[in-house]
């Protein structure tokens, strides 16, 4: 008889030398989601290679199950609430169904979410923020 082969079990990386995604996680969940959600969130993999031309601050790999978070945000330059609106923004993703547009494409960031992403109370900071300093993450 052929075993199937285990799953290997998740290893999150929540301590980071700046921020405690665990910690952030757990206040946005009973801030803002009643405490409902339930997925693991880690920091993700550093990037190794090029220059680059864009950056992905998070995502909610679908695969394992878990939020991953850059960790380039781990740096004290990054402000604790830009931090915490990046994984808000992944915990929404968690909540809010993509949609699909009359092309067929698959909008994540569809109006409702948008609305839904207004609702952290540092969004027009954190996206200030971000505008402003974009640059210091794509010059690594």
């Known amino acids: 008889m052929i075993k199937p082969p285990s799953a290997k079990p998740l290893k999150t990386m929540t301590c980071g030398r700046y921020y405690n995604l665990k910690q952030i996680y757990n206040r946005l969940n009973e801030s803002y989601f ?50 915490e609106f990046i994984v808000f923004h992944e915990m929404l993703h968690c909540l809010v169904d993509a949609k699909v547009s009359p092309n067929g494409r698959t909008l994540a960031h569809h109006s409702g979410f948008r609305k839904r992403e207004k609702e952290y109370e540092c969004y027009r900071e954190a996206i200030k923020w971000q505008d402003e300093n974009i640059h210091r993450f794509l010059k690594r």
Request: proline share 8%; charged share 30%; glycine share 10%.
């Open 34 to 83: 009643d405490g409902k959600l339930k997925k693991p969130i880690t920091w993700g993999k550093p990037f190794k290679g090029r220059r680059r031309r864009s950056i992905r601050f998070g995502y909610v790999d679908s695969n394992a199950g878990v939020i991953r978070i850059n960790p380039s945000l781990d740096a004290k330059f990054v402000p604790e609430y830009f931090v």
